[in-house]
């Protein structure tokens, strides 16, 4: 509006709350301008009296004002309120006598007649200023708090608050506050607690009558009910009864009554009893949780008393006293029937009896004394206020009450019965019949003819007219409505209400938006009412007052969206801009009748009368209404008011008409003169109405758009209750359109229900707006299009599946059925000019009405953004919504002409084909019946048909067809130089076919068409120009591949065939889920493949290559094998393991080597866990074959040849101790043959061997016992393990290949080094992205390992130091890797060494195969690495590179910058003083040991310390004894010099002193020394154990020069005992074992150099300690 109002240039003054005010409805009344300096937003009046509420949040009062202090009896013009000076106020409301005020920040404010308690302030009889009035919530918590307020309601007495939190209070006096209270008046506001827990949504007050418009519970209401118990009386609100076959659920929870005048409740209670049973309004009622008691007998003409009006009625003697209120009822009937409140059974068969004896009392037109009228009392009666399902509830509970055999007597012939009583006309049509709604009613304390008229307009207002809607809701209504007892059993129901049809409901269930739910009002209302009704006003067929809120029923389902509330009637505004009134009709206000309505009818208005405000006085009702033109108009209904009418408080209140009023609404001829109202307002005798300034156009605009919603409605809902409704309840449409066709007419009524629904709360919405804010930024079309253009879409996409499927076309003999041959109605309702229209096409015009629709908006989007500047945001945004919905209007459009011209075609198509390919998605695009297309080659006689939809191409021939889908066809262009021809090849993944087009016109145009819907059907969007791509996503199921048949892919295309990811699923449970490369799985994938026999799946995870698995993968079987290795071909091949059982199952088994064509061939390791053996040799076709080696868990140790998988020929046989036999083998540990036996003394058997090893071999030959001279001479004859086993060099031999393989070499060493490197880059790459796209993470160490292996180090040209560093911190971190070729190769090496030497492998024969084998991985991996750096030296190679030390010493520091500390330098450097060189030698060892022995460390020590047992327990026994000396005799007695013997040491406690060396010390010389050496046993590499060994000779140095003061220079006969005895105090457990292994492994070179002297001392102090004897 800030934006408008620049616009006009106007200083914007009286641009809205333009004021004008008066009374009556003659034409000789000229509405008064009431002028003020602000605009007025808000206006309440009261009897004489008036509050406005002006821009600013200023308030004024006028009128005659008592409660003033300084007031007189004359008129008071506007006068400001300044005790709200300050406040902001944003409501106002106006009771008889006082007034009410709410501030922005929530608080009220009263003031005025303060004589009843309605100002909520205690101990005055008036308020003269606005006066605070705090509503606190003591429920809460213990620390109270004020409840902020969002309006207020006042009435004559008393007023009531909505809380923010929907809540309603109410103070002052009366039983119209809603409140359980026995004091009076009520001061403090207090909560109404019938209501708690509901969203109200608005208050309203009569002069002794309130009401509510309450939202419907919703489904997440009714799962979290707000209340467990009432906040009055404490019982529980809600109850559940389990009865045989149903379970009765009730919330008729009414707290006892304790008002003031307990007599002036009128109430009657229900009370199913004794004929002779009193029901007193004083007395508690029986309840579900009490049980029943003998009731009391009461005289049988004992009244019921209405205080007000003073009626009463007689219960006929004999009959029990009912009254179907049932929402404050409070029946024993929810209890079992056990304790039931009858006596006998014989009552309740009387009152039935009774009830079908007066089954034809409803047939005469007067129900004369005696009859069903006098059954009941008639405050109340029957007829009059029951619902249907209260019918049932009453035939129900009392079947339940005596027993089954009453029920099953009775509840389907009574209920049928009274149905057919009650509701005649609905069951003789054969109309459906719902058991929730409401039922006519009839009998007012009125007149007859009264009665007979209400209960006719109780027939048209009850909600029999949305069965269907209640039927749908039938939850939310029971559980909305309290006391409404869900008592009927199943039975009861299938028996006598089952519909007839099987129509859907046109309910909100399910279907609305949840955006929508949020930004726009809600259409599902209730109307509560309480207080007085001796006029009716409470609108529940009745004249009796009610102490708490109740449901008004009839209501349900209108849609209120606004009630009104004069002195002595009730006004209701309904979304479809109807009005029901009901109450007092004195002069006329009802609108409708001069009698008055206890129940809510509709006001009488002409037809197109629209009435969208409304309000009521006293005595009047005035509302605002859309006419023929865009401007409201304003009509009356109520009393003639003459000018010279004196306003007083008696005239007021005399109920006869004094004067002239209406018969019914009156259009006020002086409203076009208004302008543009926006509200009115009316009070006492008066009427205001506000309205706005037309500027710029901007309010007609809006009044516009709203007028427009409210109309389209309107058009809507006549649709859905007048066609779509009675259609969907034919009994036989369902077999008339065939399911396809049922279902969609379904769907399209669930959409057009949604879509009228929006539309509704749009009107709403969008009315609300004019009352109050009046601004474009508010507009929900503007805000939230989205919600709008999608239900079109959606609504337009089923109707044109419908019409596609010919839907409208088979309603014509339903539509002629139920309409006759007539369809004027039809006709006005599609708003069709034309004549003889056929049926199909009125109905494609009716429901094609919300389409025209979306151009309106557009329309009037774009009307108000030209009353705005073109450079504002208001005027963009109003550009950018209206073009939004009329591009949605020409898709639309242009979806409606294609399933036109879709389903035309289908008229046309050959019969038998239309029912496989019509499709309620499928829309036509071309066809080539004009043979405008043929297929190439094809037959002289052959026909040839090409349909091209927007989802398949169809090949139809003669009576067959072949169906493409667009998703997976490619068309190519051919070239027009091949003799003219024009051609289009087209693709699809099992067929290659070439189409000819007639000419290059009709190529071009199937070419265009062909990509448009390609494009279309992957959807790429409207219109796309282009070719639709090559590559793309799509489903395919395959019917002609012999390996595919009937499989379904789902993945990336290319050109035809499955390229890129994808998924394969086979019918017979088979699937793969990886990569594809022409139409072949190639890459990575999963493959997983049903076994029947075990009823388990194989599963194989690994590479692929041309459809078969290729290269490194995991299949894991469905017997319970897995093998985890490589294959060729999809067959096991390569290096491998198989692992077969479990440790628990029957045969474990576990081999790790060589495979060749699914079998095991090569060398391998199978290690077979039951019998605890181990063999490790040669294979061939799945059986050891050649030589091999087999150790036992029972130390058994054999080597030597195998055939046919036995012991065959030549072997070696040890036992554990150390028994050897060598000779001939025929079968596993049996020997047959030449042989000799050696015994563990030396004596040996030589001969001929026969029998198994261990069960006793029978020996034919010669026993020889060596003499002691001879013993040198046969130890050179004793066996020599390693020489009947397999090499070194050839173990593992495929692990070594297939990282050739990967780097793209077909053998060792016969490949291009720059290949090489790409192969590894690929392989990182590939690796990498395919762990980013898995479930695990990467850690953030290894993914930067792998971005720096990634970049390929500079390999060539000549390797310097400091080349050598960086290509030893390459290997480094490739061997830390799986996903590098070489960490790969070292991975599978420490698997298979693993493998061979753990467990039952860990046998000390097996040591020196073991180093053999180590040396054998360095020798072969340097290979390797030699290849991809091609310029390293090779083994024993220098590296030579000057230094600028001119000294050339070994401390140069050269070795400390460029190599690691751990690797032995000072034996490497070679220094040629000539040419001052430093030379590095490269060996395998110094290299890649410190790579690999950490792997391999465990089974390696494992073993040598098992060969060096004996020797490590000898070394170990002397090391103890040596070590229980002193320090000083240890010294002595290993014969160090005495000069070398410390004196004083430093000691931890006090480090800075030194401490003299006593004899009884003990672990402390040397100490240095010792706990140096004593690091060797945590380093793995023979140059880190050097190192080590280095380190303790500096610190004995070390030690010794501070004792001697001097430079010192050792000789061994010196150094010798000194470190002996540092050796004996570092007491290293497996001293021998650690020799052995620097031994074995030390680096060649070092050998010979200071390394190699200080490593040959340590092994000699290791033999010394052995052989020491302590004297």
Known sequence: METQRRCSGDDGEGERGLLHTWKGYSYSVAPERLLLPQSVLQVALGRNHGVLLVEGGQVFTFGHLPWKQSQTAEFTAPTLESALGGQRVVALAAGSFHSGAVTEDGGVHMWGDNSAGQCGLLGLSSVPNPTPVALVDSDCSPLQHTVPVLELACGEQHTLALSVQREVWAWGSGCQLGLNTTVVPVWKPQKVEQLAGRFVLQVTCGALHSLALVRCLTPQDVKRPPADKCGQCKQ????????????????????????????????????????????????????????????????????????????SCVAEEGLPTLNFDLPEAQCSLATSAKCSPYPDEQAVKDYLQKLLDNTQAEKTPKVTKGGLHNLLPSASGLIGTSSTNALNSLVASCASAVGERVASTYEALSLKKMMGLYLPGTLRSGGPVSFTGDVPRAGENTPEHVRQEDSMQAKKSSSTGDIREEEAERMQRRLSLPGLLSQVSPRLLRKVGRSKTGAVPLTPLGVSDPEAQEVLPTLQTEVWSWGHGDQGQLGHGDNLDRLQPLCIKSLNNKEVVRVAAGAHHSLALTAQSQLFSWGSNSHGQLGHMESPSTIPRLAKLSEGIRVWDVSAGVRHSLMLADGDCIQPIIYYSGEQVKEDTVECGTQEDREEPSEGYTQQPVLLPFCMNLGFVSTVFSGGRRCVALSDKNVMGFIASLHELASAERKFYCKLCNIKTQVLRPLLELELLSATLGTVNFGLLQTLASRFWHLCHLTGQHAVKVTAGLRHSRNVKSLPILEHPSIFLDSYNEYCSTLADFHVMGGFLAMTKPVLDFFGKSHELLQRLAECTEENLAIPDILVALFSLPMNHLQEYGRLLLKLATCFEVCSDDYQRLQDSCSKFEALALLLKKKLKEAEFTFLFWKSFPGKMTDSLRKPCRRLICESSNKALTLQNSGRFSVNWFILFNDALVHAQFSTHHVFSLATLWVEPISEDNAGLYGLKM???????????????????????????????????????????????????????????????????????????????????????????????????????????????????????????????????????????????????????????????????????????????????????????????????????????????????????????????????????????????????????????????????????????????????????????????????????????????????????????????????????????????????????????????????????????????????????????????????????????????????????????????????????????????????????????????????????????????????????????????????????????????????????????????????????????????????????????????????????????????????????????????????????????????????????????????????????????????????????????????????????????????????????????????LKACYYQIQREKVT
């Open 236 to 311: 529980l609100l809600y109850t559940m009864t389990d009865k045989e076959d149903h379970v009765i659920i009730s919330d008729s929870h009414y707290c006892p009554p304790g008002l003031e005048q307990p007599e002036d409740v009128g109430r009657l209670e229900v009370s199913l009893s004794t004929p002779l049973l009193k029901t007193s309004p004083s007395e508690p009622t029986l309840s579900s949780q009490t049980p029943a008691s003998p009731p009391a007998p009461v005289n049988n003409n004992d009244p019921f008393q209405n205080v007000d009006k003073q009626e």
């Open 987 to 1657: 693709i699809t993944p099992e067929e290659m076919f070439t189409l000819l087009a007639s000419s290059p016109m009709e190529k071009a145009k199937w070419i265009r068409c062909i990509n448009q819907a390609v494009d279309q059907a992957l959807n790429f969007g409207e219109g796309q120009k282009f070719e639709p791509p090559i590559s793309r996503s799509a489903t395919y199921t395959f019917y002609k591949d012999s390996r595919l048949k009937d499989a379904t892919y789902e993945g990336r295309w290319l050109a035809g065939k499955p390229h890129g990811r994808g998924v394969l699923k086979w019918p017979d449970g088979r699937s793969y889920t990886g990569s594809f490369k022409n139409g072949l799985e190639d890459g990575f994938g999963e493959f997983v493949a049903p076994n029947k026999t075990v009823n388990k799946n194989d599963h194989y995870q690994g590479h692929w290559k041309d459809g078969k698995m290729h290269g490194v993968g995991t299949y894991r079987y469905a017997n319970g094998e897995i093998y985890d290795g490589s294959f060729q071909d999809g067959l096991r091949h390569g290096h491998g393991m198989l692992r077969s059982g479990k440790l628990n199952t029957s045969s474990p088994s576990v081999f790790i080597g060589q495979w060749v064509h699914d079998k095991k061939t090569g060398y391998g390791v199978f290690d077979n866990i039951t019998k605890g053996e181990k063999y490790i040799g040669m294979w061939q076709d799945n059986q050891r074959q050649g030589t091999g080696i087999v150790v036992t868990q029972f130390g058994l140790y054999y080597e030597g040849s195998f055939k046919d998988n036995k012991m065959m020929g030549t072997g070696i046989l040890l036992s554990e101790d150390d028994t050897t036999y060598e000779g001939d083998f025929s079968d596993d540990w049996t020997l047959n043959g030449k042989g000799v036996l050696t015994m563990p003394n030396g004596d040996y058997l030589e001969g001929s061997f026969n029998g198994e090893w261990g069960l006793g071999p029978k020996v034919t030959g010669s026993y020889f016992k060596p003499q002691l001279t001879d013993n040198e001479k046969e130890k050179t004859r004793s066996v020599k393990l390693g020489r009947l086993c397999v090499c070194a060099e050839e173990k593992w031999q495929a692990v070594f290949d297939e990282c050739w393989i990967q780097l793209g070499c077909e053998a060792a060493g016969r490949g291009e080094n720059w290949k090489a490197w790409e192969n590894i880059a690929v392989a990182l790459t590939t690796s990498r992205r395919h762990i980013q796209d898995s479930p695990e993470r990467l850690s953030l160490s290894h993914s930067r390992t792998l971005e720096s292996l990634e970049v390929i180090p500079q390999h060539e040209g000549p390797i310097t130091m400091e080349r050598y560093h960086a290509i030893r911190l390459y290997l480094v971190k490739a061997c830390d890797t799986s996903l590098h070729p070489l960490g790969r190769l070292v991975e599978a090496l420490v698997a298979v060494y693993r493998m061979t030497y753990v467990g039952v492998g860990a046998n000390r024969r097996l040591l020196p195969q073991a180093v053999s084998e180590i040396k054998s991985y360095l020798n072969r991996i340097f290979q390797i690495v030699r290849f991809l750096f091609p310029d390293l030296p090779e083994e024993g190679g220098v590296i030579k590179e000057p230094t600028t030390d001119l000294q050339g010493g070994k401390d140069s520091g050269l070795k400390h910058e460029s190599l690691p500390e751990h690797e032995d330098s000072k034996q490497n450097i070679i220094t040629d003083q000539s040419s001052f060189l430093l030379s590095h030698m490269v060996s395998s060892s110094a290299l890649l040991l410190p790579v690999l022995l950490p792997r391999l460390y465990p089974p390696l020590f494992t073993l040598y310390a098992l060969d060096k047992e004996r020797e490590d327990d000898v070394y170990w026994d002397c090391v103890l004894r040596l070590n229980k000396q002193t320090d000083l005799a240890l010294l002595a007695f290993l014969g160090v010099q005495q000069k070398f013997w410390p004196v004083s040491i430093y000691k931890p406690p006090a480090p800075a002193k030194k401490q003299e060396v006593l004899s009884s010390t003990k672990d402390a010389c040397l100490a240095s020394a010792v706990e140096t050496l004593q690091q060797i046993s945590t380093t793995f590499t023979p140059s880190d154990k050097l190192q080590v060994i280095q380190q303790t000779f500096e610190e004995i140095t070390k030690e010794v020069q501070s004792l001697l003061k001097q430079d010192f220079l050792w000789s061994m006969d010196d150094l010798f005992p000194v470190f002996l005895y540092v050796v004996l105090r570092a007491r290293i457990r497996n001293l021998g074992s650690e020799v052995n292994l620097i031994e074995d492994l030390m680096d060649p070179c070092v050998q010979n150099g200071e390394h190699g002297i200080m490593f040959t001392t």
